[in-house]
């Protein structure tokens, strides 16, 4: 199975601060099959980004996703106070499909 | 606008059964695969698995697999998840998602549905 590594756990930002997530697959991911979602308290995951770089539908531009070899990583450019919520990588390129464990976007 | 609408929150106790649906609204789901993923309480998302209703092929993930049972009536575009034998560690919430992408297996989940939240206490 392939695990997904995120770091840190917790990030703790201002608003208008560039956060950066990571999540390492071990092994690869088949063509860059990673999707990150967002889940805020009481509420369904939101999809975010697939195949490592798109953006999903109606996701503001401020959210980019980018892929270095194993290493795939989530930046969102400035933080607005929605944004402050876990956000989870998730491959699906194999099954079982693995999620990360989540990193924390919390408010400083 | 396409929706999954699942069935609310359910009470069981342990070697109780269980049955939770996802119903699909605002298009037809046949060609899209359907996943679920569990949550248990305070803790993060994973992958229960996932079925295709055109022909109900479905994936399992190896840590749930014989606990439960996944299928999908086509005729009213519902997704069903089925326990024979409920144990408490079954409690959390769980979700269905519909993949992003018709007719191929390789797509994120983009629609999800609200959870059903599953309490199995003796």
């Known amino acids: 199975d392939i695990v997904l590594t995120q770091s840190p756990g917790t990030l703790s930002l201002s608003l208008g601060e560039r956060a950066t997530l990571s999540c390492r697959a071990s092994?690869?991911?088949?063509?860059?099959?990673l999707a990150w979602y967002q889940q805020k308290p009481g509420q369904a995951p939101r999809l975010l980004i697939f195949?490592?770089?798109s953006r999903a539908a109606g996701i503001p531009d401020r959210f980019s996703g980018s892929v270095s070899g194993t290493d795939f990583s989530l930046t969102i450019s400035g933080l607005e106070p929605e944004d402050f919520a876990v956000y989870y990588c998730?491959?699906?390129?194999?099954?079982?499909?693995?999620f990360g464990h989540g990193t924390r976007v919390e408010m400083k | 606008e396409v929706q999954l609408v699942q069935s609310g929150a359910e009470e069981r106790k342990p070697g109780e059964s269980l049955k939770i649906s996802c119903r699909g609204s605002?298009?037809?789901?046949?060609?899209?695969?359907v996943g679920w993923v569990r949550q248990m309480p305070g803790k993060g998302l994973e992958w229960l698995g996932i079925?295709?209703?055109?022909?109900?092929?479905?994936r399992y993930s190896p840590s749930i697999q014989g606990q439960v049972s996944m299928s999908f009536d086509t005729a009213i575009n519902t997704a069903y998840l089925r326990w024979d034998r409920l144990r408490a560690s079954d409690t959390g919430i769980y979700y269905c998602?519909?993949?992003?992408?018709?007719?191929?297996?390789?797509?994120?989940?983009?629609?999800w549905g609200q959870g059903t939240p599953v309490t199995v206490s003796p």
């Open positions: 998602a519909r993949q992003q992408m018709g007719g191929t297996f390789l797509s994120a989940f983009d629609i």
């Open positions: 605002g298009n037809n789901f046949t060609h899209y695969w």
């Open positions: 079925i295709y209703p055109g022909d109900s092929d479905t």
């Open positions: 092994p690869s991911v088949t063509d860059n099959f």
């Open positions: 195949r490592a770089s």
């Open positions: 998730q491959h699906y390129g194999t099954t079982p499909r693995t």
